[in-house]
C-alpha cells in the first residue's frame, strides 16, 4: 500500500483525496489554510457536496485520511503526491499556475526518495514539464529521482463523490512506464477504465471533453433558438437527436448556458492556448459567445411578456449554476439579476442553499426568500434559473392562488407545455412553443 498526500484540499483536492482515502489508501491531505484545516480535523466540510462530510468522517475515525497544514512533512513521507491546487483564470483568459509552481518548488525542496507527483489541477497542455523542471531545479539532493503525471479529474459538482467512486476512464500521462504503473495500481479498485498516453495528451484530454461538453451544450441552446423560430420543439428534437449513438443524448438539455466552476475556465483557457501556438479557435469563441447570449435570451423573454419592468414584482426561483450545490460561480444569475435589476424590476429570489453565496455578489438588492412560498407570493413573474428538484415538483395550482399574474419564464425547461396550459399559465420556456393564453381566463 502506497502513502498518498494531497496539496489543495479545494473541490478536487477534498474529494480525490477522500475517494482513495474510502479504498484502503493512507492519505494526508494538506493546505496552507490553517482555519480550513482545524474545521476538516473537526469534520467541517468547507463545500456543499452530498455524502462528502460522513465518508471524510468515516476515513478520518477509520485512520485512513488525515490533515495537515505541515507539506514538507506530508511530501517527505508520501509515495505519491497529487497537486490538486487552483488554477484560477488570470486577466488575459490563460489558467494562473502560480500555486501550481509554488507547490512543485516545496516538493523539490523536500524530495527524500523517489516519488510520483501527479497533477490534478487543470493546467495548460506543458505544465506537467513545468512541474518537472521546477523540481528538478529545487531538489537539494540533485541525484533523487521522480516522474510527473497528469491524472484529469472529470468530477460533477453534486455528484462527485459517486462520479469519482464509479469513475468511467482514470487517464493516466506519464513520463515512465513505473509512474504509468503506479498510477495504475491505485486506480485498480475503482475498476474503471484505464488509458494511458504520454503527459501532453493527458493534459490535453482534460481540455478537449470538458469543452466538447460546452460545446453540445451551446450547440443545443442555438438549436433551441432556432426551434422558437420555425415551431419546433427543442426537447423532442435532442431526444431525436440523442437516439443516435453517434450523438448520445447527455449534455443536451436547453437552457440558460453552462456556468460553474469548469467550463466557463477550460473554454477560456482552450482558446488561449490555441491563440499561443497560432491557432484560431474560432468555433470555441462562438461557443463562449452562444453561452454568453443565452442569459440575454430570458430577459429578453421577460420583457417581451411584461413590457417595461420598471415596478414590476419578479421572483427568481433557483441562484446556483446548477441543482445540489451551492456554487454561483459564473451562475446565469450573476448577469439575469443585475440585468432586471438594470430595467427597473424589484426581485424576490429563493434557492435552497445558495442564498448566502449570493448575498456576496446581490447585497440588498434583491429580498431573498427561505421558502418558495414566500418568494412567489404577489409575483407578476416566475423566472426559474436554476433546476432543483423542489422547484420541478412545484404544485402550479397552488402556485397560481399565491401570484399576482400566472407567468412563468422558465430557463430551465422544468415543466412540460401540457401541464403549464392546463393550469392556465403563461409559459415561456427555451427551444419550445409559447404557451400564450391562460385557458381558465
Ligand atoms: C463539469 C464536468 O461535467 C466535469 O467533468 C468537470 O470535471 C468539471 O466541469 P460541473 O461544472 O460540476 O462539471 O457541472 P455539469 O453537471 O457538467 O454542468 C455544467 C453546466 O452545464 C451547468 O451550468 C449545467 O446547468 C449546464 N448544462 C449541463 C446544461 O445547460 N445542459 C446540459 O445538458 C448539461
Not at 128 to 153: A, H, M
Request: aromatic share 6%; with cysteine; glycine share 8%.
Amino acid at each position: 500500500m502506497r502513502k498518498i498526500t494531497v496539496i489543495g484540499t479545494g473541490y478536487v483536492g477534498l474529494v480525490s483525496g477522500t475517494c482513495f482515502a474510502e479504498i484502503g489508501n493512507h492519505v494526508t491531505c494538506c493546505d496552507i489554510d490553517q482555519t480550513k484545516i482545524n474545521k476538516l480535523k473537526q469534520g467541517i466540510i468547507p463545500i456543499y457536496e452530498p455524502g462528502l462530510e460522513e465518508t471524510v468522517a468515516r476515513n478520518v475515525a477509520e485512520e485512513r485520511l488525515y490533515f495537515t497544514t505541515d507539506i514538507p512533512s506530508a511530501i517527505r513521507e508520501a509515495d505519491i503526491i497529487y497537486i490538486a491546487v487552483g488554477t484560477p483564470m488570470s486577466v488575459t483568459g490563460a489558467a494562473d499556475l502560480r500555486y501550481v509552481t509554488e507547490v512543485a518548488k516545496t516538493i523539490g525542496e523536500n524530495l527524500n526518495a523517489y516519488k510520483v507527483i501527479v497533477n490534478k489541477s487543470t493546467v495548460p497542455v506543458g505544465t506537467g514539464r513545468l512541474v518537472q523542471r521546477v523540481v528538478q531545479s529545487y531538489l537539494s539532493d540533485t541525484t533523487q529521482t521522480f516522474d510527473v503525471v497528469s491524472n484529469p479529474e472529470f468530477l460533477r459538482e453534486g455528484s462527485a463523490l459517486r462520479d469519482c467512486m464509479n469513475m468511467e476512464r482514470a487517464v493516466i500521462g506519464a513520463t515512465s512506464d513505473k509512474a504509468a504503473q503506479w498510477i495504475a495500481d491505485l486506480h485498480a479498485p475503482f475498476q474503471t477504465d484505464i488509458l494511458i498516453t504520454s503527459l501532453e495528451s493527458a493534459e490535453m484530454i482534460k481540455y478537449a471533453s470538458n469543452t466538447f461538453l460546452a460545446t453540445k451544450i451551446s450547440f443545443i441552446n442555438a438549436v433551441a433558438n432556432i426551434c422558437e423560430r420555425v415551431g419546433a420543439d427543442v426537447t423532442e428534437v435532442a431526444k431525436g437527436m440523442g437516439m443516435d449513438s453517434r450523438i448520445g443524448s447527455r449534455f443536451l438539455q436547453a437552457g440558460i448556458g453552462y456556468g460553474g466552476s469548469c467550463f466557463p475556465k477550460d473554454t477560456h483557457a482552450l482558446v488561449h492556448i490555441a491563440d499561443s501556438v497560432g491557432y484560431d479557435f474560432h468555433l470555441m469563441k462562438s461557443v463562449i459567445r452562444t453561452n454568453d447570449e443565452q442569459r440575454e435570451v430570458v430577459v429578453e423573454k421577460v420583457r417581451q411578456v411584461l413590457g417595461p419592468l420598471k415596478g414590476r414584482q419578479l421572483s427568481v426561483l433557483g441562484l446556483a449554476f446548477k441543482p445540489n450545490t451551492d456554487d454561483m460561480r459564473d451562475a446565469p444569475s450573476l448577469q439575469i439579476i443585475p440585468a432586471l435589476l438594470r430595467k427597473g424590476a424589484r426581485v424576490k429570489a429563493f434557492d435552497p442553499i445558495a442564498s448566502k453565496e449570493a448575498v456576496v455578489h446581490f447585497g440588498d438588492k434583491i429580498e431573498y426568500c427561505t421558502r418558495l412560498e414566500e418568494t412567489i407570493q404577489g409575483a407578476e413573474a416566475i423566472l426559474i434559473l436554476t433546476e432543483w428538484d423542489e422547484i420541478k415538483q412545484l404544485d402550479l395550482d397552488r402556485v397560481k392562488e399565491l401570484v399576482q399574474a400566472p407567468v412563468i419564464i422558465d430557463g430551465r425547461n422544468c415543466f412540460s407545455l401540457e401541464e403549464a396550459r392546463a393550469h392556465g399559465f403563461i409559459y415561456h420556456s427555451i427551444g419550445r412553443p409559447v404557451v400564450e393564453q391562460a385557458e381558465d381566463n
